[in-house]
Each structure stands twice: as structure tokens, then as C-alpha cells.
């Protein structure tokens, strides 16, 4: 999870971040619409997702690092959990789940905004024992 201070932001290397993301999704084979609800922008604003794509930095607000954090914080649990079938790692976000009401956590996230990726962030930290 990236802890985000004023004076932070500027040693983070958000070009290096909006390329991890954006491998992230592909992993996760997210639509473009899932992947603006995970970083909290409008679903009109894909132009941040090519930007992103071509190598640009990721915004520098406090809440699209945030969220940057804790989306790289699912994937490093997810990884943990399930070290020897990332296939499996990688599904899991779009897979149907008990513990979320049978949602998917994307779903979750896009319902819950922010709080959903909470949400599943510490049903992950939880399935890990931390």
C-alpha cells in the first residue's frame, strides 16, 4: 500500500505505478469501464487510461494514489494466497464470491467506491491472517 504525504508524492514514481496498473488490468482482463470505477474516475474519462497506456504518469492526487495502493496491495495478497496458479490469482476479481453477497470484488468496488476496495482489501489481509 503506497502511503501517500504531501511531501511523498513527489519521490513516488507514478510512471512506474500507471504501468503496473495498467498490467494489472490487463491480468485481470477488466473492461475500460472497471477499470475507471477501481481508480475512482468518471466512466467518460477514458483519455486517463490511454495516457496511462502510453507511459504517462498516474494523477498525483491524493486518491488516485490511494487507490493505486491498495489495488497493487489485492494483487500482492492475491499472489500470496495463490502462488503456484496465478491464473487463479488473476480471476478472482471477477469471480463470484460468498463473502461479498455472491459479488464479484470488482463489483464490489464499483458499488462501493473507495469503501468497497477497503472492503476487499481486508477480506484479503483477513484470508492471510494479517
Not at 487510461?49 to 494514489?65: N, Q
Amino acid at each position: 500500500m503506497l502511503a501517500v504525504t504531501a511531501s511523498a508524492t513527489d519521490s513516488i514514481d507514478r510512471k512506474a505505478i500507471a504501468g503496473m496498473l495498467m498490467k494489472l488490468f490487463d491480468h485481470w482482463k477488466l473492461s475500460t469501464e472497471e477499470q475507471l470505477d477501481a481508480l475512482g474516475f468518471s466512466v467518460t474519462n477514458r483519455a486517463a487510461l490511454a495516457r496511462y497506456r502510453r507511459g504517462e504518469p498516474i494523477s498525483g492526487s491524493r486518491d488516485t494514489l490511494e487507490r493505486a495502493g491498495h489495488l497493487l496491495a489485492i494483487h500482492k495478497n492475491l499472489r500470496l494466497l495463490f502462488p503456484l496458479d496465478r491464473d487463479l490469482a488473476y480471476a478472482w476479481i471477477k469471480t463470484r464470491n460468498r463473502a461479498f453477497d455472491n459479488r464479484s470484488p470488482i463489483e464490489v468496488i464499483r458499488e462501493f467506491g473507495f469503501a468497497g476496495l477497503l472492503m476487499v482489501l481486508a477480506y484479503l489481509d483477513r484470508a492471510r491472517g494479517q
